[in-house]
Protein backbone atom coordinates (compact mmCIF):
# COMPACT_ATOMS: atom_id res chain seq x y z
CA UNK A 1 0.00 0.00 0.00
CA UNK A 2 2.92 2.33 0.92
CA UNK A 3 4.42 1.87 -2.36
CA UNK A 4 1.39 2.70 -3.52
CA UNK A 5 0.72 5.90 -2.17
CA UNK A 6 4.93 6.83 -3.07
CA UNK A 7 3.58 6.52 -7.02
CA UNK A 8 0.77 8.30 -6.51
CA UNK A 9 2.88 11.72 -5.07
CA UNK A 10 3.19 14.58 -7.18
CA UNK A 11 6.70 15.84 -8.03
CA UNK A 12 5.82 18.71 -6.55
CA UNK A 13 4.93 17.53 -3.27
CA UNK A 14 8.05 16.74 -0.62
CA UNK A 15 9.35 13.67 0.80
CA UNK A 16 6.54 12.03 2.97
CA UNK A 17 9.46 11.39 5.85
CA UNK A 18 8.62 15.20 6.43
CA UNK A 19 5.44 13.59 8.66
CA UNK A 20 7.46 11.62 11.09
CA UNK A 21 6.46 12.58 14.54
CA UNK A 22 9.89 11.91 15.64
CA UNK A 23 11.92 14.64 13.65
CA UNK A 24 14.36 16.01 14.31
CA UNK A 25 15.18 12.85 15.92
CA UNK A 26 15.93 9.49 13.92
CA UNK A 27 14.71 6.81 15.57
CA UNK A 28 12.90 3.94 14.34
CA UNK A 29 9.24 4.09 15.49
CA UNK A 30 8.57 1.61 18.44
CA UNK A 31 4.83 1.59 19.92
CA UNK A 32 4.57 -0.42 23.45
CA UNK A 33 1.85 -1.49 26.04
CA UNK A 34 2.35 -1.96 29.23
CA UNK A 35 0.44 -3.33 32.65
CA UNK A 36 -0.44 -1.51 34.77
CA UNK A 37 2.20 -2.47 37.37
CA UNK A 38 4.75 -2.53 34.18
CA UNK A 39 5.51 -6.31 34.59
CA UNK A 40 4.75 -7.18 31.13
CA UNK A 41 5.43 -5.05 27.99
CA UNK A 42 4.10 -5.41 24.49
CA UNK A 43 4.98 -3.53 21.51
CA UNK A 44 6.76 -3.14 18.00
CA UNK A 45 9.27 -1.66 16.73
CA UNK A 46 9.87 -0.40 13.38
CA UNK A 47 12.87 -1.86 11.29
CA UNK A 48 13.80 0.96 9.17
CA UNK A 49 12.22 -0.16 5.70
CA UNK A 50 9.79 2.74 5.97
CA UNK A 51 6.83 0.57 6.24
CA UNK A 52 5.45 1.55 9.09
CA UNK A 53 4.13 5.46 9.69
CA UNK A 54 3.57 7.80 12.57
CA UNK A 55 2.89 11.06 11.26
CA UNK A 56 2.48 13.96 13.39
CA UNK A 57 -0.96 15.31 12.40
CA UNK A 58 0.12 19.06 11.81
CA UNK A 59 2.86 17.93 9.63
CA UNK A 60 0.37 15.24 7.70
CA UNK A 61 -1.87 17.93 6.75
CA UNK A 62 0.34 20.51 5.68
CA UNK A 63 1.95 18.36 3.87
CA UNK A 64 -1.29 16.95 2.00
CA UNK A 65 -2.54 20.59 1.61
CA UNK A 66 0.98 20.95 -0.51
CA UNK A 67 0.09 22.96 -3.57
CA UNK A 68 -4.23 22.36 -2.85
CA UNK A 69 -6.85 24.36 -2.01
CA UNK A 70 -8.44 23.19 1.28
CA UNK A 71 -12.01 23.82 2.24
CA UNK A 72 -13.19 22.92 5.58
CA UNK A 73 -16.21 22.01 6.73
CA UNK A 74 -17.56 19.46 4.18
CA UNK A 75 -19.57 15.98 5.09
CA UNK A 76 -18.57 13.80 2.69
CA UNK A 77 -21.99 11.41 1.92
CA UNK A 78 -20.87 9.42 -1.50
CA UNK A 79 -17.96 7.99 -2.70
CA UNK A 80 -17.48 7.09 -6.41
CA UNK A 81 -14.79 5.64 -8.14
CA UNK A 82 -14.53 5.18 -11.89
CA UNK A 83 -11.41 4.35 -13.71
CA UNK A 84 -8.56 6.16 -11.95
CA UNK A 85 -10.67 8.99 -10.19
CA UNK A 86 -12.51 9.33 -7.14
CA UNK A 87 -15.49 11.82 -6.55
CA UNK A 88 -16.14 12.53 -3.19
CA UNK A 89 -19.89 13.97 -3.04
CA UNK A 90 -20.90 16.14 -0.05
CA UNK A 91 -24.18 17.24 1.88
CA UNK A 92 -24.03 20.68 0.32
CA UNK A 93 -23.76 19.36 -2.90
CA UNK A 94 -20.65 20.21 -4.24
CA UNK A 95 -18.03 17.60 -5.35
CA UNK A 96 -14.46 17.33 -5.97
CA UNK A 97 -12.22 14.47 -7.94
CA UNK A 98 -8.93 13.34 -7.62
CA UNK A 99 -6.81 10.49 -7.95
CA UNK A 100 -6.28 9.73 -4.14
CA UNK A 101 -9.04 10.07 -1.55
CA UNK A 102 -7.67 10.25 2.11
CA UNK A 103 -10.73 9.64 4.44
CA UNK A 104 -9.82 11.24 7.94
CA UNK A 105 -13.01 11.95 9.15
CA UNK A 106 -13.39 9.99 12.71
CA UNK A 107 -14.91 6.96 13.78
CA UNK A 108 -17.80 7.30 11.61
CA UNK A 109 -15.77 7.50 8.45
CA UNK A 110 -18.30 7.59 5.15
CA UNK A 111 -14.61 6.59 3.59
CA UNK A 112 -14.86 3.29 5.27
CA UNK A 113 -18.13 2.64 5.38
CA UNK A 114 -17.82 3.18 0.81
CA UNK A 115 -14.45 0.68 1.19
CA UNK A 116 -16.17 -1.88 3.49
CA UNK A 117 -18.99 -1.97 1.16
CA UNK A 118 -21.36 -0.06 3.86
CA UNK A 119 -20.84 -2.39 6.74
CA UNK A 120 -19.55 -0.62 10.05
CA UNK A 121 -16.90 -2.70 11.68
CA UNK A 122 -16.11 -0.22 14.56
CA UNK A 123 -17.92 -0.73 17.95
CA UNK A 124 -17.35 1.89 20.72
CA UNK A 125 -14.98 0.81 23.00
CA UNK A 126 -15.12 0.07 26.54
CA UNK A 127 -12.74 2.35 26.80
CA UNK A 128 -11.15 5.98 27.04
CA UNK A 129 -7.69 7.52 25.67
CA UNK A 130 -5.99 10.35 26.80
CA UNK A 131 -3.79 11.37 24.09
CA UNK A 132 -1.78 15.15 24.06
CA UNK A 133 1.75 15.87 22.75
CA UNK A 134 4.83 17.62 24.81
CA UNK A 135 7.83 18.78 24.64
CA UNK A 136 10.92 17.47 26.25
CA UNK A 137 14.12 17.52 26.86
CA UNK A 138 17.59 16.48 28.76
CA UNK A 139 16.68 13.29 31.43
CA UNK A 140 12.77 13.64 31.03
CA UNK A 141 13.35 13.29 27.17
CA UNK A 142 15.58 9.89 27.88
CA UNK A 143 13.09 8.42 30.22
CA UNK A 144 10.10 8.73 27.70
CA UNK A 145 12.45 6.64 25.22
CA UNK A 146 12.85 4.18 27.44
CA UNK A 147 9.96 3.53 27.77
CA UNK A 148 9.20 3.34 23.44
CA UNK A 149 10.62 6.03 20.53
CA UNK A 150 6.81 6.77 19.24
CA UNK A 151 4.32 5.90 21.71
CA UNK A 152 3.32 4.27 24.75
CA UNK A 153 -0.14 2.82 26.90
CA UNK A 154 -0.06 2.22 30.32
CA UNK A 155 -2.84 -0.33 30.88
CA UNK A 156 -4.55 1.71 33.89
CA UNK A 157 -8.19 -0.08 33.99
CA UNK A 158 -10.68 -0.02 36.61
CA UNK A 159 -9.99 -3.34 38.22
CA UNK A 160 -6.22 -2.04 38.18
CA UNK A 161 -6.84 1.22 40.34
CA UNK A 162 -6.45 2.54 43.30
CA UNK A 163 -10.09 2.16 45.71
CA UNK A 164 -10.70 5.13 47.57
CA UNK A 165 -13.36 3.55 49.98
Request: hydrophobic share 35%; net charge negative.
Amino acid sequence: MLDELDASIPDDMPSRDLVNHLLPLKFHYGFAWYRHDRTEKLGVRDDGSGKFIRANRARLRKWLATNMPIQYGKHAVRIEENRNVVTAHFEDGTSASGDILIGAEGPYSPTRKYLLEGRDVIRKPCQGIINGEVTLSGSDMEGQLEMAHSCYLVDVSPSHTASHD
